[in-house]
């Protein structure tokens, strides 16, 4: 019929490709552009008032570190705010999964079943919420509410009042305490670069199959190169011996972050090339338009708050770990600070705008600010003060985004 | 005579006491834009419902393509071949274009979805239209004009192969030429052999785009007409009961 050829936004050359990434910006599509700004002021700041300490090896290692369980609760966030919804009760979710856990060790389970149990635990409570808000039609605040509070509870009646008991399991001590060997490291990052050209490959060769034109090629290489480059640098960093004990050498990428990037990247995966992820963003970006195009828009709920509880089980893990300890009030805190980084990261709680990867920065930003203010020797007082404040900067910036991207309809 | 690819005999909806449709006869043929005009309560849209499996009929016959059929489930229209095309169109504002149009069928190859080809048929189905006005296929839905959407969302019908597309107040909410845009769309898509129903309040409208118009009053189907063979007072005097079907004014 007509000659006209409808464009598929992978046209033109690297500059036309970077100027419409401009444009999309600009229009409000910013993704995790602020918190990824807001990471490097931050860094510069720190480095600026803290020269000593701040972009040293064994501060950057505790960082990640700190940052480990902060990130997996926000990516388990990200799978209920997606669609709108909120898990208040993430953080004692995982509390309880890991008190679990301790009491089957406890009773003579080995640790493996044991934390495949804890794990379930966290998935039949993801169930039972997700049940209430799409069967029952209770608000998500509630419910989660409900459990958080309720929680609270079961934590206390299942380890007691108080309870603190020490976890020796080798393999979970070493997750957030043990590094990978420096040449561990490397082979990280190369099976990753492969993996991602593989992909990358894969679906360009698809592309071209159908006729369909690809985006130019240096693109693909400016962004491998630069993953290559950062986590180069990274690895040069923590492969460098940061321990003031000539003796006892600490080297390496610590084994918990590996593992988060091995869950995210899985994790987008789901969402990005799934139908389950597909009809996630759909759900959360138009729910009647979802039911009416067939998507059973209960069972997707029900399966995301149980994504959601899973992951806030691992991030319990993550928690048990670094104490080397359960503990009975476990996850209250930091569950606020989860949905703090997810938002921060550019998860919109309107919901159907996200991505793994944003919350991940998020908490990011998050961590870089208490671990900074407190090389400075600020209080914590002052800590939550300007994380409340980083909070209220980056709900800001998603609703004039909003605002900015209903307007531009009309000048199309 | 062709046989029509929709054709209702007899048909009888009620809601307890209230009798909405009172024995509706009504068909619409490939190729063909027909028009369903009525003043609000006349009963276009539960006609259209029960047509789209939303809402069943209680009684009467309905044949798709000469042949005797029940439609109980928005499923088995689909699987007959029918879309419906609603005024707030159901589409999600942040998934693109493409996303959209497969939404609820996704292409799938190796348990992941399969990019390339939906975006392959979303791009003909497009250009099948003979669509100029949308950039690209991987646009937001959320930076597409009203007249966009609507195109969006008939071209969704396209893409499923359908034999009939029902178009609830296609252009409500579009100013002149969007409404231009949407209309002349329509006339492709009949064009390729699609039956096309259109529900409207707009007579200028359904003068310029339709084929056959058909006037429900009151839960009864007052005139099936051909537009060459009438005129707006005509059927304005249908709408509003000043006219009857025996054509005598009152």
Same mark, same amino acid.
């Given at each position: 019929?007509?000659?006209?050829?409808?464009?598929?936004?992978?046209?033109?050359?690297?500059?036309?490709?970077?100027?419409?990434?401009?444009?999309?910006?600009?229009?409000?599509?910013?993704?995790?552009?602020?918190?990824?700004?807001?990471?490097?002021?931050?860094?510069?700041?720190?480095?600026?008032?803290?020269?000593?300490?701040?972009?040293?090896?064994?501060?950057?290692?505790?960082?990640?570190?700190?940052?480990?369980?902060?990130?997996?609760?926000?990516?388990?966030?990200?799978?209920?705010?997606?669609?709108?919804?909120?898990?208040?009760?993430?953080?004692?979710?995982?509390?309880?999964?890991?008190?679990?856990?301790?009491?089957?060790?406890?009773?003579?389970?080995?640790?493996?079943?044991?934390?495949?149990?804890?794990?379930?635990?966290?998935?039949?409570?993801?169930?039972?919420?997700?049940?209430?808000?799409?069967?029952?039609?209770?608000?998500?605040?509630?419910?989660?509410?409900?459990?958080?509070?309720?929680?609270?509870?079961?934590?206390?009646?299942?380890?007691?009042?108080?309870?603190?008991?020490?976890?020796?399991?080798?393999?979970?001590?070493?997750?957030?305490?043990?590094?990978?060997?420096?040449?561990?490291?490397?082979?990280?990052?190369?099976?990753?670069?492969?993996?991602?050209?593989?992909?990358?490959?894969?679906?360009?060769?698809?592309?071209?199959?159908?006729?369909?034109?690809?985006?130019?090629?240096?693109?693909?290489?400016?962004?491998?190169?630069?993953?290559?480059?950062?986590?180069?640098?990274?690895?040069?960093?923590?492969?460098?011996?940061?321990?003031?004990?000539?003796?006892?050498?600490?080297?390496?990428?610590?084994?918990?972050?590996?593992?988060?990037?091995?869950?995210?990247?899985?994790?987008?995966?789901?969402?990005?090339?799934?139908?389950?992820?597909?009809?996630?963003?759909?759900?959360?970006?138009?729910?009647?338009?979802?039911?009416?195009?067939?998507?059973?828009?209960?069972?997707?709920?029900?399966?995301?708050?149980?994504?959601?509880?899973?992951?806030?089980?691992?991030?319990?893990?993550?928690?048990?770990?670094?104490?080397?300890?359960?503990?009975?009030?476990?996850?209250?805190?930091?569950?606020?600070?989860?949905?703090?980084?997810?938002?921060?990261?550019?998860?919109?709680?309107?919901?159907?705008?996200?991505?793994?990867?944003?919350?991940?920065?998020?908490?990011?930003?998050?961590?870089?600010?208490?671990?900074?203010?407190?090389?400075?020797?600020?209080?914590?007082?002052?800590?939550?003060?300007?994380?409340?404040?980083?909070?209220?900067?980056?709900?800001?910036?998603?609703?004039?985004?909003?605002?900015?991207?209903?307007?531009?309809?009309?000048?199309? | 005579?062709?046989?029509?690819?929709?054709?209702?005999?007899?048909?009888?909806?009620?809601?307890?006491?209230?009798?909405?449709?009172?024995?509706?006869?009504?068909?619409?043929?490939?190729?063909?834009?027909?028009?369903?005009?009525?003043?609000?309560?006349?009963?276009?849209?539960?006609?259209?419902?029960?047509?789209?499996?939303?809402?069943?009929?209680?009684?009467?016959?309905?044949?798709?393509?000469?042949?005797?059929?029940?439609?109980?489930?928005?499923?088995?229209?689909?699987?007959?071949?029918?879309?419906?095309?609603?005024?707030?169109?159901?589409?999600?504002?942040?998934?693109?274009?493409?996303?959209?149009?497969?939404?609820?069928?996704?292409?799938?190859?190796?348990?992941?979805?399969?990019?390339?080809?939906?975006?392959?048929? +979303? #791009?003909?189905?497009?250009?099948?239209?003979? &669509? !100029? /006005?949308?950039?690209?296929?991987?646009?937001? $839905?959320?930076?597409? =004009?009203?007249?966009?959407?609507?195109?969006?969302?008939?071209?969704?019908?396209?893409?499923?192969?359908?034999?009939?597309?029902?178009?609830?107040?296609?252009?409500?909410?579009?100013?002149? +030429? #969007?409404?231009?845009?949407?209309?002349?769309? &329509? !006339? /492709?898509?009949?064009?390729?052999?699609?039956? $096309?129903?259109?529900? =409207?309040?707009?007579?200028?409208?359904?003068?310029?785009?339709?084929?056959?118009?058909?006037?429900?009053?009151?839960?009864?189907?007052?005139?099936?007409?051909?537009?060459?063979?009438?005129?707006?007072?005509?059927?304005?005097?249908?709408?509003?009961?000043?006219?009857?079907?025996?054509?005598?004014?009152?």
């Amino acid at each position: 019929m007509s000659n006209v050829k409808i464009s598929t936004g992978h046209e033109g050359t690297a500059k036309d490709q970077i100027t419409a990434y401009f444009q999309r910006v600009k229009s409000g599509d910013m993704g995790a552009l602020p918190a990824v700004a807001a990471l490097l002021v931050l860094t510069v700041i720190f480095t600026a008032a803290s020269p000593a300490f701040f972009l040293k090896p064994i501060n950057v290692a505790n960082l990640f570190v700190q940052a480990a369980e902060l990130t997996m609760l926000a990516a388990a966030m990200v799978f209920v705010i997606l669609l709108a919804e909120i898990d208040l009760s993430a953080g004692v979710t995982g509390g309880v999964g890991m008190a679990v856990f301790f009491r089957l060790m406890q009773a003579g389970m080995n640790w493996i079943p044991a934390l495949v149990l804890g794990l379930v635990v966290g998935a039949a409570i993801g169930f039972i919420i997700g049940f209430f808000v799409s069967k029952i039609g209770v608000p998500s605040f509630v419910v989660s509410l409900a459990f958080f509070l309720g929680f609270q509870g079961l934590q206390l009646v299942l380890l007691g009042e108080g309870g603190l008991f020490r976890v020796d399991v080798p393999p979970i001590n070493a997750i957030m305490n043990e590094n990978m060997p420096p040449i561990g490291g490397w082979i990280t990052l190369a099976v990753a670069l492969i993996l991602g050209l593989l992909i990358t490959g894969y679906d360009r060769r698809r592309r071209a199959s159908h006729g369909l034109p690809n985006r130019p090629y240096s693109l693909v290489i400016l962004k491998y190169g630069a993953i290559a480059v950062i986590g180069g640098i990274i690895l040069v960093v923590m492969n460098v011996n940061r321990s003031a004990n000539v003796f006892k050498p600490i080297q390496g990428v610590p084994y918990v972050i590996p593992i988060t990037l091995a869950i995210l990247l899985l994790g987008s995966m789901v969402l990005d090339r799934t139908r389950f992820g597909r009809h996630l963003y759909a759900v959360g970006g138009n729910p009647e338009a979802a039911r009416r195009a067939g998507i059973k828009v209960a069972k997707i709920r029900i399966i995301s708050f149980i994504i959601c509880s899973s992951l806030a089980v691992v991030s319990g893990l993550f928690h048990v770990s670094r104490l080397g300890a359960v503990e009975a009030t476990a996850g209250r805190q930091i569950v606020l600070s989860g949905v703090a980084a997810a938002v921060v990261g550019g998860v919109s709680l309107f919901g159907g705008k996200g991505r793994l990867m944003h919350a991940a920065i998020g908490a990011l930003v998050i961590t870089i600010i208490s671990n900074g203010l407190g090389l400075l020797g600020w209080d914590a007082g002052s800590n939550f003060l300007v994380t409340g404040g980083v909070l209220l900067l980056a709900a800001t910036v998603d609703a004039l985004s909003r605002k900015r991207s209903a307007g531009s309809q009309v000048r199309v | 005579m062709e046989v029509p690819v929709i054709e209702l005999q007899d048909v009888k909806k009620s809601f307890g006491p209230v009798d909405v449709l009172k024995g509706i006869n009504f068909k619409a043929y490939a190729g063909r834009v027909t028009a369903l005009v009525g003043d609000n309560g006349a009963g276009k849209s539960t006609l259209i419902k029960g047509l789209a499996g939303v809402q069943p009929y209680d009684s009467g016959t309905v044949k798709f393509d000469g042949e005797v059929v029940t439609i109980h489930t928005p499923r088995q229209a689909g699987h007959l071949g029918i879309e419906v095309v609603y005024q707030d169109l159901a589409l999600c504002d942040n998934l693109d274009i493409v996303q959209n149009m497969f939404l609820g069928r996704e292409e799938i190859k190796a348990l992941t979805l399969n990019e390339a080809t939906m975006e392959l048929q +979303a #791009q003909k189905a497009l250009e099948s239209l003979s &669509v !100029r /006005t949308v950039k690209s296929v991987r646009q937001k $839905v959320s930076s597409l =004009s009203g007249g966009q959407r609507q195109t969006v969302a008939i071209a969704r019908s396209v893409l499923r192969q359908a034999k009939l597309v029902i178009l609830d107040e296609p252009t409500a909410a579009l100013g002149v +030429a #969007q409404t231009e845009q949407v209309l002349r769309l &329509v !006339r /492709t898509l009949a064009d390729s052999g699609v039956a $096309v129903i259109i529900i =409207s309040h707009n007579l200028a409208d359904v003068f310029k785009a339709c084929d056959d118009i058909n006037v429900l009053y009151l839960g009864k189907m007052v005139a099936s007409l051909k537009t060459k063979e009438t005129n707006q007072a005509d059927v304005i005097g249908y709408i509003t009961g000043l006219k009857t079907a025996e054509g005598d004014d009152k």
